[in-house]
């Protein structure tokens, strides 16, 4: 069915930078799309950033346009999303996500986000 | 951008009863949109996709229906594992906003 782990959770000081790691296992990592959403507390799901399956095409949220990177290591089965200029607002848990039931046509690249990892808090705070 | 808009923010409900919740996108996203079930302190969980369809292992009582702009997310009979909130999310292109959630409570 397929796994996802996140790593690399932890409090930083506002202005400060952090990456998380998402390790898949049991699926064919280089053959999907992956996503990362957020949950402030108490607060709802936000979606925040996309990947396609080979890496050519990369989608942000607006607040996190040209502060947050996305990336993957097929070879390492491994997601990344690199987070820069960390602001108060960006403490959430984080989700890593599969795209599953991907549809490629001439107008777009569809999914929906089959399976998650666990989560892992970032806690941005001076 | 396309906004998702779901109602109501809350519904209260009794086992046995049938919970019909709406979600409302501000442009039409044909019938790219899934739904999530979230249980406190869980990730996320997909029951539908594409509009209608059910995720495995998904009960039949999770149901999908819509296009274009309104879409609804019905459960027929409610167990005491659907105590939950609940968040749409459409798949018609980028940025991809979830809804607000709606939570399903005890009456």
């Known amino acids: 069915q397929g796994q996802l782990e996140e790593s690399g959770g932890d409090v930083v000081q506002p202005g400060r930078s952090l990456r998380l790691s998402c390790v898949a296992s049991e699926f064919l990592f280089s053959s999907y799309g992956m996503h990362w959403v957020r949950q402030a507390p108490g607060k709802g799901l936000e979606w925040v950033a996309t990947?396609?399956?080979?890496?050519?095409?990369?989608y942000y949220e607006d607040s996190v346009k040209g502060r947050f990177t996305i990336s993957r290591d097929n070879s390492k089965n491994t997601l990344y999303l690199q987070m820069s200029s960390l602001r108060a607002e960006d403490t959430a848990v984080y989700y890593c996500?599969?795209?599953?039931?991907?549809?490629?046509?001439?107008?777009?690249?569809?999914?929906?986000?089959?399976?998650w990892g666990q989560g892992t808090m970032v806690t941005v705070s001076s | 951008d396309i906004q998702m808009t779901q109602s109501p923010s809350s519904v209260s409900a009794s086992v046995g009863d049938r919970v019909t919740i709406t979600c409302r996108a501000s442009?039409?996203?044909?019938?790219?949109l899934a739904w999530y079930q979230q249980r406190p302190g869980k990730a996320p969980k997909l029951l539908i996709y594409a509009t209608s369809n059910l995720q495995s292992g998904v009960p039949s009582r999770f149901s999908g229906s819509g296009s274009g702009t309104d879409f609804t997310l019905t459960i027929n009979g409610l167990q005491p594992e659907d105590f939950a909130t609940y968040y749409c999310q459409h798949a018609n292109s980028f940025p991809r906003p979830f809804g607000q959630g709606t939570k399903v409570e005890f009456k």
């Open positions: 990947i396609w399956y080979d890496g050519a095409n990369k």
């Open positions: 996500a599969r795209g599953g039931h991907f549809h490629f046509d001439s107008s777009g690249y569809r999914d929906a986000l089959d399976i």
């Open positions: 442009q039409g996203i044909s019938t790219w």
